[in-house]
């Protein structure tokens, strides 16, 4: 009795404000990200109405690339967010308590229309992991801790409102607590929830147009040594999809990501690619990234790829200052073709 009424009284609360708490300070970054980011646009306002607008609608640039896939996820949140706010259960407690706040509720039939229609969308997310090995692979066990953790209290609630599992043992008795202990479940999990671009090592060469287009420099790479290092600031992104429109290699990836300590490392960069870069055949400068010449390589194979663009230059100068007449005669005379462009390896000649 206890612990039921500290589940639906100070807890509810707390997990309650933790949520308010999560979305504000989200809100407020994603905001200031978006005002820094329009410092060099000539129309900043409309720049501004237009990238926060985007937030709450399905023209996320990452939404041309899986068209069927995008609405269905925004379907799912619409129903996520409506259902829970104008639940007439929910807005009828919302007026028995201290504030007596009441808003018209949804039709009750509507509201169990969106609620199976969220389980549906959940477990087509669920299947369509398992079914296809490319995402299979690169799905984590959080992937699906997130699905669940959003479903069981709609799950929970519908069995509530309809008594579906009334005659099961101990879960009939307890169907109302365990629907708000799973509905907190959700606000805690909702208010340590970040966004995420994830580089699929598999696919991604380490190209960098990613961060070239993305407009917050939340995405940001460095060459040091032997690598290409690419960071991600969690509170710097806005969701923008921008990253995943660029990719060539359909690489990037937007995905969430949930973590307590993330909350509290505001100005913390994550590390997450590392890419090793190759070497110039001719003088040794690191010029390129290794997947990138390798995936070229595939296609051109000689030489002239594995110098670095300066060589590339000074091969072409001395080749036309052997083509010049005031050299000629005095020097051996040159190829058909500049040095660069000769077959010198890895180059099939039938
Ligand atoms: S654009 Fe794609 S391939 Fe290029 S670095 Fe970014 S994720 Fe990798
Ligand atoms: S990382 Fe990608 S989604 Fe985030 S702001 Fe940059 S381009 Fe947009």
């Given at each position: 009795?206890?612990?039921?009424?500290?589940?639906?009284?100070?807890?509810?609360?707390?997990?309650?404000l933790?949520?308010?708490?999560?979305?504000?300070?989200?809100?407020?970054?994603?905001?200031?990200?978006?005002?820094?980011?329009?410092?060099?646009?000539?129309?900043?306002?409309?720049?501004?109405?237009?990238?926060?607008?985007?937030?709450?609608?399905?023209?996320?640039?990452?939404?041309?690339?899986?068209?069927?896939?995008?609405?269905?996820?925004?379907?799912?949140?619409?129903?996520?967010?409506?259902?829970?706010?104008?639940?007439?259960?929910?807005?009828?407690?919302?007026?028995?308590?201290?504030?007596?706040?009441?808003?018209?509720?949804?039709?009750?039939s509507?509201?169990?229309?969106?609620?199976?229609?969220?389980?549906?969308?959940?477990?087509?997310?669920?299947?369509?992991?398992?079914a296809?090995?490319?995402?299979?692979?690169?799905?984590?066990?959080?992937?699906?801790?997130?699905?669940?953790?959003?479903?069981?209290?709609?799950?929970?609630?519908y069995?509530?409102?309809?008594?579906?599992?009334?005659?099961v043992?101990?879960?009939?008795?307890?169907?109302?607590?365990?629907?708000?202990?799973?509905?907190?479940?959700m606000?805690?999990?909702?208010?340590?929830?970040?966004?995420?671009?994830?580089?699929?090592?598999?696919r991604?060469?380490g190209?960098?147009s990613?961060e070239?287009?993305?407009?917050?420099g939340?995405?940001?790479?460095?060459?040091?040594?032997?690598?290409?290092?690419?960071?991600?600031?969690?509170?710097?992104?806005?969701?923008c999809?921008?990253?995943?429109n660029?990719c060539?290699?359909?690489?990037a990836?937007?995905?969430?990501?949930?973590?307590?300590?993330?909350?509290?490392?505001?100005?913390?960069?994550?590390?997450?690619?590392?890419?090793?870069?190759?070497?110039?055949l001719?003088?040794?400068?690191?010029?390129?990234?290794?997947?990138?010449l390798?995936?070229?390589?595939?296609?051109?194979?000689?030489?002239?790829?594995?110098?670095?663009?300066?060589?590339?230059?000074?091969?072409?100068?001395?080749?036309?200052?052997?083509?010049?007449?005031?050299?000629?005669?005095?020097?051996?005379?040159?190829?058909?073709?500049?040095?660069?462009?000769l077959?010198?390896r890895?180059?099939?000649?039938?």
């Open positions: 009795m206890y612990f039921e009424s500290f589940v639906e009284g100070p807890l509810l609360w707390i997990t309650f933790l949520l308010l708490v999560g979305i504000a300070s989200r809100l407020t970054f994603f905001s200031l990200s978006i005002i820094r980011s329009s410092q060099d646009k000539d129309f900043k306002l409309g720049y501004q109405f237009a990238t926060f607008g985007r937030l709450f609608l399905p023209f996320h640039r990452a939404a041309v690339r899986k068209p069927l896939y995008a609405i269905l996820r925004y379907i799912f949140h619409i129903c996520l967010i409506v259902v829970p706010i104008w639940l007439s259960g929910h807005v009828s407690l919302w007026l028995e308590s201290r504030f007596e706040w009441e808003w018209t509720a949804l039709p009750d509507l509201a169990d229309w969106m609620t199976l229609i969220l389980l549906g969308i959940a477990v087509y997310f669920i299947v369509r992991r398992l296809s090995s490319y995402v299979r692979m690169n799905t984590s066990k959080n992937d699906y801790l997130l699905i669940i953790m959003a479903v069981l209290p709609f799950l929970s609630g069995f509530l409102a309809h008594g579906t599992v009334d005659e043992p101990f879960i009939g008795n307890y169907i109302g607590t365990i629907h708000i202990i799973t509905g907190e479940a606000f805690v999990f909702v208010a340590f929830l970040f966004c995420r671009t994830r580089l699929n090592e598999s991604c060469t190209c960098a990613c070239v287009s993305c407009p917050t939340t995405l940001e790479s460095n060459d040091q040594g032997k690598l290409r290092i690419f960071n991600y600031s969690h509170y710097q992104c806005i969701c999809g921008a990253c995943v660029t060539p290699e359909d690489a990836e937007l995905r969430h990501e949930f973590g307590f300590k993330r909350f509290f490392q505001i100005f913390s960069k994550q590390r997450i690619r590392d890419v090793e870069m190759e070497p110039c001719s003088c040794g400068a690191l010029y390129v990234p290794e997947p990138l390798d995936k070229i390589g595939k296609t051109f194979t000689h030489d002239y790829l594995r110098t670095c663009p300066n060589c590339r230059k000074k091969n072409h100068m001395e080749f036309y200052r052997k083509l010049s007449p005031w050299t000629k005669g005095t020097q051996e005379s040159p190829k058909a073709c500049p040095p660069s462009y077959p010198m890895n180059t099939q000649i039938d």
